[in-house]
């Protein structure tokens, strides 16, 4: 079974600055992925970034990077330079790579941009 | 427009009807997963399907609930004799392969149900 915490309900950041959105997640899964999507208020889910349990280095995406810590179980999302667009709500999800196809998501965070 | 298709974008039913969600995967990919989101909460497996088969639908109400994913046309969730409680996006993901290679699975806009 896998599990997805994300404790952080809401997050204040002015523009321009660099923001961390806290995940970790619990598996029993020897290999897996952890993803991270952005909800707008206008409701699509985007996909973001992923990065897999094996690969040596975080993934980064633009603006988007990942920091996965194995040891600690925590896959936290970076946002380098934020925008007002960057508002959002932001999910982060683990899948297994054999096994059950199924995304297993976080609560979420709310991160607003301040100008 | 290459991204995963769903219809309607809004539905409105009332309590005892059908509600039938559509969704064309992205171009090129065969698998299919249905996932629902109520309101300020993170979203909650369905069901995965490919070409013709259900492959897990531990996520599925166990009664009113059914997908499926024909040879030809989109996938379709169905739920019958609607209440209250199916008020909720429901919102389709596709993939380009399933077990054993990690890939995103990329989502459509969603289609939110509202029973009255």
């Known amino acids: 079974a896998q599990k997805i915490t994300q404790t952080q309900p809401g997050m204040f950041v002015q523009e321009k600055e660099a923001v961390t959105l806290d995940c970790t997640y619990d598996?029993?899964?020897?290999?897996?992925?952890l993803f991270w999507y952005k909800q707008p208020s206008s409701g699509e889910m985007i996909f973001l970034i992923y990065?897999?349990?094996?690969?040596?280095q975080n993934a980064t995406e633009g603006r988007y990077s990942l920091n996965f810590q194995k040891a600690r179980k925590s896959a936290n999302l970076v946002i380098s330079a934020s925008q007002l667009g960057d508002s959002a709500m932001y999910f982060c999800?683990?899948?297994?790579?054999?096994?059950?196809?199924?995304?297993?998501f976080g609560q979420g965070t709310r991160l607003t941009i301040n100008p | 427009n290459a991204g995963v298709m769903q219809n309607p974008r809004h539905l409105v039913r009332r309590r005892g009807q059908e509600a039938r969600l559509r969704c064309s995967p992205m171009?090129?990919?065969?698998?299919v997963y249905w996932y629902r989101q109520l309101p300020e909460e993170g979203l909650k497996f369905m069901v995965y399907?490919?070409?013709?088969?259900?492959?897990?639908e531990s996520g599925m109400p166990k009664e009113r609930f059914s997908a499926e994913f024909p040879k030809e046309g989109p996938s379709i969730l169905r739920i019958q004799q609607v209440v209250r409680g199916d008020s909720a996006a429901y919102f389709c993901?596709?993939?380009?392969?399933?077990?054993?290679?990690?890939?995103?699975?990329?989502f459509g806009d969603g289609t939110r149900l509202s029973i009255l």
């Open positions: 993901a596709s993939s380009l392969s399933g077990t054993g290679i990690l890939q995103p699975q990329h």
């Open positions: 990065q897999g349990s094996y690969d040596q």
């Open positions: 598996t029993s899964d020897p290999s897996y992925g």
């Open positions: 399907l490919q070409k013709e088969n259900i492959i897990d």
């Open positions: 999800a683990s899948k297994a790579l054999q096994g059950a196809q199924k995304l297993v």
């Open positions: 171009k090129g990919h065969s698998h």
